[in-house]
């Protein structure tokens, strides 16, 4: 976890092998401070969803073998997807959220969960923005994509109570600026797909 001051990655108990052994966890965590430092998107319902996402998306630009996370430190017996998270699948062929690492994958399985449970579905709901991540770069490729994610940090069009929508516009502002149509098609199209 990042805490404000510093990461702490721990030996993972009977649910991972030490976490600091996978490169896109340690990412994760690292992007946790760069949004703390930028948007500052707080940590519950839709805008805390928004932080784990950004984290997951650039853990996948930095481990850019895959588009899963922590694939490297599960216990399979535990997660049978045999990874935490996907952002090309975030369902990982698993039923809901009670199987260990389900996220919605579609604003029609949005989870409107309450704070004391997840900090209103932080890990969960995340899973939409990243799947829209994952269909922008499918279209345009990793390189674009993760500019445009890293502008919308960059040039602070969030702020800290962010939603979805304001996701979806911050994305389309930022690759008008950087690119041209087909990179705001690609956005529109991945936004439209997710719900």
């Known amino acids: 976890y990042w805490n404000g001051a510093y990461m702490a990655y721990g030996d993972g108990n009977s649910l991972f092998t030490p976490l600091a ?13 760069i949004v703390e430092r ?14 784990e996402s950004f984290a997951d998306i650039f ?16 216990n399979t017996e535990i997660y049978s997807s045999g990874a935490l998270r996907d ?34 579905g932080v890990h969960y709901n995340s899973g939409i923005v990243n799947k829209a991540c994952y269909l922008i770069a499918e279209e345009i490729g990793k390189d674009k994509t993760e500019n445009i994610y890293y502008r919308i940090l ?16 911050a994305a389309l502002q930022a690759a008008g600026e950087l690119y041209d ?6 956005v529109t199209s991945a936004f439209d797909a997710v719900g």
């Open 154 to 169: 960059e040039a602070q069009y969030l702020n800290s109570q962010a939603i979805f929508i304001d996701m979806r516009l």
């Open 21 to 33: 052994g996978a490169l896109d966890v340690a990412a994760h965590e690292m992007t946790h401070g």
């Open 87 to 120: 952002l090309s699948d975030p369902n990982q062929g698993l039923n809901d959220y009670y199987d260990p690492g389900w996220q919605p994958a579609h604003w029609d399985e949005f989870l409107d969960w309450i704070i004391t449970y997840d900090n209103g």
């Open 38 to 51: 930028t948007v500052g998107l707080e940590y519950k319902f839709q805008s805390g969803a928004l932080n």
């Open 59 to 74: 853990g996948a630009m930095v481990d850019r073998d895959d588009w899963q996370m922590g694939e490297n430190i599960v």
């Open 181 to 186: 149509d087909d990179e705001v098609a690609a």
